[in-house]
């Protein structure tokens, strides 16, 4: 154990990236006597003065990127006192081939600055990484879900690299049990829980969808399929909820909403997407944002009960079924959630191995039921499925290990 330890990180404007340094935070919580004071609020990031997003390959120079972090520093050291000894960041699908050296490059400066100011040792962090040769990242967290053949031989073969990383079954998140039970226990979920609260087994279809190419496809003819599913279920007396994402296209959300009006209360549909409310967001660029026929309805429901996931996990006896083009269930598996993967989507095995090792490696080794083996007839409490291992604590731990080292 280690007593009152601080961590921190740059800011991110993505709401899923700070979840997961929230996860991370919340990980090494755990190994410390002393809460970690801002594990939970914004305090634990540091905020570009110069405006603009920290990545190295943005700026002319290495001495014109530190230069912006060591402002970035100086700003936030003026408001606290206490010197973390963690540094974690995380690694940007978006920069594509820049990534990992645009955290290397971070990490770097932050250890000069440290060097620079006489603050002592710091341990750099990186998240969600690729196979890199890092010269700064001292812990580097890879998803194993990502790594090729290729990228286990170079690990193997490298054992300076493989001292640093640290491979994980599933994602770092910041969903757990008891976040479950807090959502499940709102107010405006009452009447939900209330009316599911009748004996029967629940199946919670979490729905996935589109990304920005077209590498991966969720159709009509895909939530046809799906709703047959669903149909079955309802006839063997589940009670069947039904959650759509931002990545659902708006075409088979309206079909899912549709068809459950039309399923004689066996159905239920629940919109998680934003609605638009301006001409401005209903154009095909927003397609995370809804428009479509039912948007009056997706604000009078939203008003009622707000967002119902994942709070909705939080009844008993329910299975989360995630469209295998979601990481999600990552999450749901590691809080103890049954969860099954449904392969009812179109993905491009070329472009997004991903998808398809993850969701071979959760099935394989128990942590998930593969959709299409479930019939329904065993109950989601009798799955008998593993409780996939707590990815921010296991990644917690390497850090804690490589701080604690001489």
Not at 128 to 150: K, P, Q, T, W
Not at 268 to 292: C, H, I, L
Not at 381 to 400: E, G, H, M
Request: hydrophobic letters at 40%; proline letters at 4%.
């Amino acid at each position: 154990m280690i007593r009152h330890m601080i961590a921190f990180a740059p800011s991110t404007p993505k709401l899923g990236e700070f979840n997961q340094l929230r996860g991370v935070l919340s990980g090494l919580m755990h190994f410390c006597c002393e809460d970690v004071h801002f594990a939970y609020n914004l305090d634990m990031c540091f905020e570009n003065v110069a405006g603009g997003p920290l990545k190295r390959h943005l700026y002319a120079d290495d001495e014109a990127f530190e230069r912006d972090v060591f402002r970035c520093l100086d700003d936030y050291f003026s408001r606290h006192l206490l010197v973390p000894k963690v540094f974690v960041t995380i690694c940007s699908p978006e920069d594509a081939g820049h990534a990992a050296a645009n955290v290397d490059a971070v990490c770097r400066a932050v250890k000069d600055y440290y060097a620079a100011h006489d603050m002592g040792r710091v341990v750099t962090a990186a998240v969600n990484s690729s196979i890199y040769r890092y010269r700064f990242a001292d812990v580097v967290h890879v998803c194993g879900h990502l790594l090729s053949e290729e990228d286990r031989q170079t690990l193997e073969a490298d054992a300076e690299l493989k001292r640093k990383v640290f491979v994980s079954e599933g994602i770092i998140h910041n969903m757990s049990r008891t976040f479950i039970r807090q959502k499940f226990g709102q107010p405006k979920m009452r009447e939900i829980a209330a009316a599911y609260r009748n004996g029967r087994p629940n199946a919670v279809f979490a729905l996935g969808g589109r990304v920005e190419g077209p590498e991966i496809r969720f159709t009509l003819s895909h939530a046809e399929n799906i709703f047959r599913r669903m149909r079955a279920l309802a006839d063997k007396n589940y009670n069947v909820i039904v959650v759509n994402g931002p990545r659902t296209p708006n075409e088979v959300t309206d079909y899912f909403y549709e068809q459950s009006l039309a399923a004689e209360s066996k159905i239920a549909f629940f919109n998680s997407k934003q609605v638009a409310r301006t001409d401005e967001e209903r154009v095909p660029e927003k397609w995370r944002v809804y428009s479509g026929k039912h948007e009056e309805e997706f604000l009078r429901q939203a008003e009622k009960y707000g967002n119902v996931y994942p709070g909705v996990l939080g009844l008993e006896n329910t299975l989360v079924v995630h469209t295998f083009d979601s990481f999600a269930c990552c999450e749901t598996a590691a809080s103890g959630i049954p969860t099954a993967i449904c392969r009812e989507v179109e993905i491009d095995r070329a472009v997004r191995p991903d998808c398809y090792r993850l969701a071979d490696q959760l099935t394989a080794a128990g942590y998930a039921a593969d959709f299409a083996d479930f019939d329904g007839e065993t109950e989601p409490r009798d799955l008998k499925l593993k409780v996939l291992p707590s990815v921010n604590s296991l990644l917690a731990k390497k850090i804690i290990d490589r701080l604690s080292e001489a």
